[in-house]
């Protein structure tokens, strides 16, 4: 299972819907519903990093998001749902399993 290196979470990154691209904090406010399923992916693995991200002890903090790209590389590859973007969407979807794989 590859871990998405930390300096590729901070370079700018192509967009998919409201959770494809960046991680979102919405905490405490209201957080726009994804455009679709491929978007919902994004969404949990946002929340799921945000959990990891809070974790006071490194090792866990590194093993929590390890888990949260893994589980985003499995939902990607297992992605059989439609695009709200119907071109750009199956683009994005190929381009972000070369950047998470299992």
Do not use: T
Request: proline residues 8%; aromatic residues 10%; positive net charge.
């Amino acid at each position: 299972m590859a871990r998405l290196p930390n300096w590729m979470r901070h370079i700018p990154h192509p967009m998919y819907g409201n959770y494809g691209g960046r991680p979102r904090k919405c905490r405490g406010e209201v957080c726009p519903m994804p455009i679709d399923g491929m978007d919902n992916l994004f969404r949990r693995h946002d929340e799921q990093l945000y959990i990891a991200n809070n974790m006071s002890n490194e090792e866990e903090r590194k093993m929590y998001q390890k888990q949260a790209d893994h589980n985003l590389a499995v939902g990607l590859r297992k992605y059989k749902g439609s695009y709200a973007r119907k071109i750009y969407g199956p683009m994005y979807r190929q381009m972000a399993m070369l950047i998470f794989r299992p």
